[in-house]
T-cell receptor, first 117, second 115 residues
């Protein structure tokens, strides 16, 4: 079974600064997906960014980027130019692969990000 | 703007009562998931359906929980009888799974409190 570990229960960053959230995972599979989801106080789960394990290039989405280290089984999220709206719980998730694409998601325990004005 | 809808948003009930949570997946999506979020266990997959057929419900307590998809526009999660330990936020998610699509879209969740 896959496991996802987020070792930072809480993080804080000054507005406009950069912050990195850590995530490690354990799997015996060679192909899979990794995701970062954001959960603001509204509790809506919002996909921030995803990475296919077979791609060496790190995914980026505007101010969000990942550092994917497959051999180390590490998948960190970098948020640049932090904004007040980035304040939320961030969950790292592992997605299995099947003939129909990603299916089951295994989530980490989350990191609560606070933005300091 | 297509989105997953869930009802009710919040539910407070007493132990022993039946609870039904409903989910309307995004039109055209072929896969529906039910997750439970608690402080202690985090986000757990309870069950999921592909083209309305149950594929995996191994995460769901079988004695009191049941999940169904009466039609392509409705998924239900029932708890009977409910217990205080069932208090959690229950999320429904849907997705169109093909060789190129793999994103799950989450609903706003149902916060269940069992007294």
């Amino acid at each position: 079974a896959q496991t996802v570990t987020q070792s930072q229960p809480e993080m804080s960053v000054q507005e406009a600064e950069t912050v990195t959230l850590s995530c490690t995972y354990d799997t015996s599979e060679s192909d899979y997906y990794l995701f970062w989801y954001k959960q603001p106080p509204s509790r809506q789960m919002i996909l921030v960014i995803r990475q296919e394990a077979y791609k060496q290039q790190n995914a980026t989405e505007n101010r969000f980027s990942v550092n994917f280290q497959k051999a180390a089984k590490s998948f960190s999220l970098k948020i640049s130019d932090s904004q007040l709206g980035d304040a939320a719980m961030y969950f790292c998730a592992y997605g299995t692969i099947s003939n129909f694409g990603n299916e089951k998601l295994t989530f980490g325990t989350g990191t609560r990000l606070t933005i300091i004005p | 703007d297509a989105r997953v809808t869930q009802t009710p948003r919040d539910k407070v009930t007493e132990m022993g009562q039946e609870v039904t949570m409903r989910c309307q997946p995004i039109l055209g999506h072929n896969t529906v998931f039910w997750y439970r979020q608690t402080m202690m266990q985090g986000l757990e997959l309870l069950a999921y359906f592909r083209n309305r057929a149950p594929l995996d419900d191994s995460g769901m307590p079988k004695d009191r929980f049941s999940a169904e998809m009466p039609d392509a526009t409705l998924a239900t999660l029932k708890i009977q009888p409910s217990e205080p330990r069932d208090s959690a936020v229950y999320f429904c998610a849907s997705g169109l799974f093909t060789s190129v699509h793999n994103e799950q879209f989450f609903g706003p969740g149902t916060r269940l409190t069992v007294l």
